[in-house]
């Protein structure tokens, strides 16, 4: 049976070059039996993919920690972006690498969710990535958490990114940051779609559309509606997994991360970010005090 749907991928990969002082990931080193089972298990999502040549599917990598400096991603990344059925590869990164790897790949349907991480790289060298990629013709947002310490710094970043790249942040909501007063108003100016990140949405029981046309994916290809409900709906690799997609109220009480509000009904976000849904580019990319976007 032929479908549309966006797989959210994350395969067992979880290491990463950068060392965040907020992050699990930072600076772990796995072992080269472990970066086999991941390449191995993305090279069978790959061979799936080849399969399904009547389908209409997207890909979005979210990775725990870094996963576009291994040369298996980008190769996969290159092969996916040539086939028919693969309508866009998205991919989460800190863009630490080399980028002439992505001249093999068809970046028309290749976009990019870039993070500015300030202690671990400068702005002049972040900048000049993020040039690289539109040279390259690779449609990318950036972005950044949005620490207090950080806040000059992203809006530097911001002032010196096109007008026509969107800037997002992520509230520090581990930190317990109290985003109010002057604090919200500089990082809205930033990014006018802010407060939206600043909340825990109530969800339990609302129209989402993880589980129907996105789903998430592990690295054994077991099926789950979105990465923050485990609950095994079945598995990518089983004939007829067709039928495990299907409507079903968020089970959760709340959701607090872009990756999952995004796909809930209630806060009419798709025709905000329209086709740069997973890669998180919107429609109208408008920055400054006087932003606006059509969230109902």
């Not at 349907?109 to 500015?116: D, G, N, S, Y």
């Not at 950080?150 to 809006?155: A, S």
């Not at 997002?168 to 940051?177: E, L, R």
């Not at 809205?188 to 600043?198: G, R, S």
Request: net charge negative.
């Amino acid at each position: 049976m032929p479908v549309t749907l966006s797989i959210l991928y994350r395969g067992p990969l979880s290491s990463c070059n950068y060392d965040c002082h907020y992050c699990p990931f930072a600076k772990r080193h796995e072992t080269a039996a472990e970066l086999k089972t991941d390449r191995l298990a993305l090279e069978r999502l790959v061979d799936w993919i080849k399969t399904r040549t009547g389908d209409s599917l997207s890909l979005f990598f979210t990775p725990w920690g870094e996963a576009l400096t291994r040369r298996w991603y980008q190769a996969a990344i290159c092969e996916l972006t040539r086939l028919e059925q693969v309508e866009k590869v998205a991919a989460q990164t800190n863009l630490s690498y080399d980028l002439d790897w992505i001249e093999n790949a068809n970046t028309s349907r290749l976009a990019l969710w870039c993070t500015f991480h300030p202690s671990q790289t400068t702005r002049a060298r972040f900048l000049s990535q993020s040039r690289r990629l539109t040279e390259l013709g690779v449609a990318h947002s950036v972005g950044s958490v949005g620490l207090p310490e950080d806040l000059e710094e992203i809006e530097r970043l911001r002032a010196e990114l096109p007008d026509d790249i969107y800037l997002w942040v992520n509230a520090a909501k581990s930190s317990n940051v109290d985003y109010q007063g002057e604090l919200l108003e500089r990082f809205t100016a930033i990014d006018p779609l802010f407060e939206l990140n600043t909340q825990y949405h109530a969800s339990l029981g609302r129209s989402c559309r993880c589980g129907s046309s996105v789903i998430s994916v592990d690295g054994a290809g077991e099926i789950y509606r979105c990465h923050f409900i485990k609950q095994r709906l079945g598995n990518l690799y089983e004939p007829g997994f067709e039928v495990c997609l299907t409507d079903r109220p968020c089970t959760n009480q709340t959701c607090g991360c872009h990756i999952g509000y995004v796909h809930l009904d209630d806060l009419k976000l798709y025709p905000v970010f329209q086709e740069g849904i997973l890669e998180r580019i919107p429609v109208e990319i408008q920055s400054g005090p006087e932003n606006s976007f059509p969230v109902a």
